[in-house]
């Protein structure tokens, strides 16, 4: 069977030339959704390094926290969400790379249990494959952009799992890896790119987020 790496090599200059056109769309368009979603009719993506995207939308999702459909289809809310809020971010490059690839874990990881579609650990099975991808057939891209996408896509999920106090989450190694405000960043973007939201349900993600970040950074008590 042949590996990731193997698969996604047919034409290294093909693998540069999509990276460089997706990468000028995330970065310049209002809407990069629309450049993304012509990508995937066309089926271009298909025997290249980012051949795993065309697999979100075969990936189906819970209904009740993810009315819009599909992860590929989340992920263009996403995306779009991204494009508005990356000149908050401390790196737009990967922030936007990071919405693009932080729901990739789900195609290896969403099952059906008790009438309930779930995806665990699909934020750490993500952050290997966003590295994967970026790593791939012949891509050059600087060590420090590839980490900087891994490590939001590690810990996109940390807003959850910070609010309520989940044992999942790994507050240690969030501090250590990747920039704080930008992992909230990324986590608002993620819960607002969501279908059937509202003025109030998107405010109560705003606070959601703004909790997240007091729990990372309580204030100092007077001695």
Request: glycine share 8%; net charge positive.
């Amino acid at each position: 069977m042949k590996s990731f790496q193997e698969k996604s090599r047919p034409d290294y200059r093909e693998n540069q030339r999509l990276f460089n056109e997706i990468n000028k769309h995330l970065m310049e368009d209002e809407k990069p959704s629309v450049f993304l979603e012509g990508l995937h009719r066309s089926g271009v993506l298909q025997k290249t390094a980012f051949a795993v995207l065309e697999e979100l939308s075969r990936t189906p999702q819970s209904a009740r926290h993810h009315p819009e459909g599909d992860v590929w289809r989340h992920t263009l809310l996403v995306v779009d969400q991204a494009a508005r809020h990356k000149g908050r971010s401390s790196d737009p490059q990967a922030f936007m790379w990071a919405a693009l690839l932080h729901d990739i874990g789900k195609p290896a990881t969403t099952e059906w249990a008790g009438g309930k579609c779930r995806a665990y650990d699909h934020d750490q099975v993500g952050a290997k494959l966003a590295k994967e991808v970026l790593t791939a057939g012949g891509l050059a891209l600087p060590p420090g952009f590839i980490e900087a996408v891994r490590s939001l896509v590690r810990f996109h999920m940390h807003i959850l799992y910070v609010v309520k106090d989940m044992p999942y989450g790994d507050l240690a190694a969030l501090k250590e890896q990747a920039d704080i405000d930008d992992v909230a960043l990324l986590g608002l973007c993620d819960r607002l790119g969501r279908g059937g939201l509202n003025e109030k349900t998107k405010k109560q993600e705003e606070e959601s987020v703004a909790l997240f970040l007091r729990k990372c950074r309580p204030a100092k008590t007077k001695a």
